[in-house]
C-alpha cells in the first residue's frame, strides 16, 4: 500500500479540531495529527449548543453518530416550529411580555465534555493525537519547491514537528492566526499592511458576560412558580440584559447576562483606524475572566423588573467574562496553511453559533482536501476554496451576533412591536438555510481547475 498523498497536523483538540479529524479519517490517504494544548482532550466549559443548520452537518457523519449526540443531548431531534425563548421589556417596574422567538428546530445542546467524548470514540487508530503540545510558531516555505517542503512546528515545550498541511483550530488566543497574518501582510500592497496586521491579536468586543447556576430550590423557596423554573426566558433592558434557563433536569437555573458597550460594539468588526481600541481592565491586562460576589454579579441588572430581581436574589456568586472577538479577516488561508472555527472567526454568544460555524468550517475543508483531485501541490488552491466559501459566510453570521446583542440591548432604534420579526429575521439562517451548497459548489471548484478562485 502506498503512503498518504500528505499529512494534516490539527493544532488544537476544541470541537473544531476534532470534527474535523473524524471527517478526515474516512480518507485513508491522508495521515492526521491532531495537537492538544492541554494535558487530555476532556474539554471544560460552558455547553455546545447546536442549531439545526449545523446539526444537519453532523447527521452526515451517520445514523450511529447521530445516535450518540442525542443519546447525550437527551430529547429527539426535530425540524418542526418549536418555542425558544420568551422575552420581556424588563427596563421598568413591571415588565410586559414582548414576544416568544419561534424557530423551525432545537438548539440541541449538550455538555461540552460529552459531545467531546463522542468525537473522541470516533477517532480511529490511524489518528495520532498529541497532548500538551501548545504551538508556538510555525515556517512554511513558500519560495523554494513550495510544494514538496514540509510546514515546520515548533512547540512550546521545545519539540518540533512537521506537515504538508496545517489547520489551526487553536482558538481565540491561536498561535497560527497571527503567524499566517504575518505571512500575509509581507506580500500584500504597503498601504494594506498595518490593517492587515491588526488582525493577529483578539479584541474586546465591548461586551462583558456573566455566568452563574442558581439554585432551583433557592429561586422556588422565594417564588414556587417563577417562569425561570418553567421556561427559557430573557429580560431586556437598555445596555444590558440576561437570560436565564432550567438545566440538569430542574436542578439549577443557567443564567447568563450581557452588557454592552455601544461604541466598542459598534465598531468591533469595522477595519482597522488610527484610533487605538481600548482593552478590557481586569485584574492585570491578560485576564478575560474573573470571579465576583453576588453584590458585584448583580449590579449592571439592579434596575430590571421584580421578576428579574427575585432571580437576582438568587445568586450567590458568579464569574465575569470579558467577551473577545477576531476582526474580520482578510483570509484565512495562506499556502498551506488555514485557520477554522474561533482561531478564524471567534464571535459573540448572542445566537449561539460558534460551535455550529467551526462545525461547518470542518466538514468544507473535509470535502475540498479529501477530494479525489486534490494532490499535495493544490492543496493551496483546495484552502482557497475553502476559504472564498466560509469566510463571507462566516464573517456575516458574526456580525448577525453582534446585532443580536445590540438589539435585545435596546441598541438600535426598532419599534418594539417590529423586535420580534426583527431578531427572528436576523436568526433564522441558523434553521432555515443549508451548507449543502457550498459543499456542491467547493466540488464543483475542485473539480475544474481553469475557475479562478482568488
Known amino acids: 500500500m502506498s503512503g498518504p498523498k500528505f499529512r494534516v497536523a490539527i493544532c488544537g483538540g476544541g470541537v473544531g479540531g476534532l470534527t474535523l479529524a473524524v471527517a478526515l479519517s474516512r480518507y485513508q490517504d491522508i495521515a492526521i495529527d491532531v495537537y492538544e494544548a492541554a494535558q487530555s482532550f476532556c474539554e471544560i466549559g460552558a455547553g455546545v449548543g447546536v442549531w439545526p443548520r449545523a446539526f444537519r452537518v453532523l447527521r452526515k457523519f ?73 504551538l508556538i510558531s510555525y515556517t512554511q516555505l513558500l519560495e523554494d519547491c513550495p510544494g514538496k517542503s514540509p510546514i515546520t512546528l515548533t512547540f512550546k515545550d521545545g519539540s518540533i514537528a512537521t506537515c504538508d498541511v496545517l489547520i489551526g483550530a487553536d482558538g481565540i488566543k491561536s498561535a497560527v492566526r497571527p503567524c499566517m497574518m504575518r505571512e500575509l501582510a509581507e506580500v500584500v500592497d504597503p498601504d494594506e499592511k498595518q490593517s492587515v496586521l491588526s488582525c493577529m491579536s483578539p479584541i474586546w468586543s465591548g461586551v462583558t458576560a456573566y455566568r452563574t447556576l442558581i439554585s432551583s430550590q433557592k429561586l422556588r423557596a422565594r417564588c414556587p412558580d417563577h417562569r425561570v423554573l418553567k421556561e427559557f426566558t430573557q429580560y431586556m433592558g437598555k445596555d444590558a440584559y440576561f437570560l436565564a434557563y432550567p438545566i440538569s433536569l430542574g436542578q439549577y437555573v443557567n443564567f447568563a447576562g450581557f452588557t454592552l458597550e455601544r461604541d466598542l460594539v459598534d465598531s468591533a468588526y469595522k477595519p482597522d483606524t488610527e484610533i487605538p481600541r481600548p ?52 483570509s484565512t488561508n495562506f499556502g498551506r496553511v488555514a485557520i477554522m472555527g474561533d482561531a478564524a472567526h471567534a464571535m459573540a454568544p448572542f445566537q449561539g453559533s460558534g460551535a455550529g460555524q467551526s462545525i461547518e468550517d470542518a466538514y468544507l475543508l473535509m470535502t475540498v482536501l479529501g477530494h479525489k483531485s486534490t494532490t499535495l501541490e493544490t492543496v493551496p488552491r483546495a484552502l482557497a476554496i475553502y476559504d472564498k466559501l466560509r469566510r463571507p459566510f462566516s464573517s456575516e453570521v458574526a456580525q448577525r451576533s453582534m446585532r443580536s446583542g445590540q438589539l435585545c440591548a435596546f441598541q438600535e432604534d426598532v419599534p418594539l412591536h417590529e423586535l420580534g420579526d426583527t431578531i427572528t429575521k436576523n436568526w433564522e439562517w441558523a434553521w432555515l438555510t443549508e451548507l449543502d451548497d457550498a459543499l456542491e459548489e467547493a466540488v464543483r471548484l475542485v473539480e475544474d481547475s481553469s475557475i479562478d478562485v482568488s
Open 62 to 134: 451517520g445514523p450511529d453518530f447521530e445516535q450518540q449526540l442525542l443519546q447525550r443531548c437527551g430529547y429527539e431531534y426535530t425540524e418542526e416550529y418549536v418555542p425558544a425563548v420568551r422575552s420581556r421589556k424588563s427596563d421598568q417596574a413591571v415588565g410586559i411580555e414582548l414576544f416568544d422567538l419561534m424557530t423551525k428546530g432545537k438548539l440541541m445542546r449538550f455538555h461540552r465534555a460529552d459531545f467531546h467524548g463522542v468525537l473522541l470514540s470516533y477517532l480511529p487508530p490511524s489518528c495520532t493525537t498529541h497532548n500538551k503540545k501548545r
Open 279 to 330: 482593552s478590557f481592565k481586569g485584574k492585570t491586562n491578560d485576564e478575560w475572566v474573573s470571579e465576583l460576589t453576588a453584590q458585584q454579579f448583580v449590579e449592571p441588572f439592579k434596575d430590571l423588573e421584580m421578576d428579574a430581581q427575585h432571580v437576582l436574589e438568587c445568586v450567590d456568586k458568579g464569574t465575569l467574562w470579558a467577551v473577545h472577538t477576531v476582526k474580520t479577516l482578510p
